[in-house]
């Protein structure tokens, strides 16, 4: 166990509707990090958080949006969903800013389905 | 193209074999050098990081990197059927932060 837990773990949805994901990260991590992993793309970094400010963007879709509240977990909003959104969305935490060598744990997951 | 290749497998290899796992990539700003081990159905767990070139070892595993070639690899010896799993190489700029992954290589090890 990372440590990092993720909710839901399971979420199945219609096409043009909206959903939250939930992540806590590890005890005293200020850092969170949110990947998806679909089949053909892989896992890829969508955007990063450190102590509630938004510190970089990776490839992320303008109708997903995330944010770091106070106590430090993080939520990641997609919404307007379509097929293509069906993936697994990780959520890593790390203990500092820039992570250079300090590990970044990952959850387990949410595997979202869009029908 | 993709920053990132890998083969994705799968890789099947009987018990006790050597397992070689490898990727390229294409850019030239990568420093920092993970492979992660992902059972069914779990998030990646780290096995190995390195900065820059060279090798690394950690019991079974070594870790190689070749800057020049922009090749990466990772060995196990006397694999287990328990390292059956997707293994996925995963690069940055800075640490690890903005990890670029790719696919995965699906290996299977037989009893």
């Known amino acids: 166990d990372s440590g990092v837990t993720q909710t839901p773990k399971h979420l199945i949805t219609a096409t043009g509707q909206r959903v939250t994901l939930r992540c806590s990260p590890r005890s005293g991590d200020l850092s969170v990090y949110w990947y998806q992993q679909s089949l053909d793309q892989g896992l890829q970094f969508l955007i990063h958080?450190?102590?509630?400010?938004?510190?970089a963007k990776g490839n992320i879709l303008e109708r997903f949006s995330a944010q770091q509240f106070p106590d430090l977990h993080s939520e990641l909003n997609l919404s307007s969903l379509e097929l293509g959104d069906s993936a697994l969305y990780f959520c890593a935490s790390s203990s500092n800013r820039d992570s250079l060598n300090t590990e970044a744990f990952f959850g387990q997951g949410t595997r979202l389905t869009v029908v | 193209q993709k920053e990132v290749e890998q083969d994705p497998g799968p890789l099947s290899v009987p018990e006790g074999a050597i397992v070689s796992l490898n990727c390229t990539y294409s850019n030239s700003a990568f420093q920092y050098f993970m492979w992660y081990r992902q059972y069914s159905r779990k998030g990646p767990e780290l096995l190995m990081y390195t900065y820059s070139s060279g090798n690394k070892e950690d019991g079974r595993f070594t870790a190689q990197v070749d800057k020049s070639s922009k090749y990466i690899s990772l060995f196990i010896r006397d694999s287990q059927p328990s390292d059956s799993a997707t293994y996925l190489c995963?690069?940055?700029?800075?640490?690890?932060?903005?990890?670029?992954f790719g696919t995965g290589t699906r290996l299977l090890v037989s009893p």
């Open positions: 995963a690069m940055s700029v800075g640490g690890f932060q903005k990890l670029v």
């Open positions: 958080y450190y102590n509630g400010e938004e510190r």
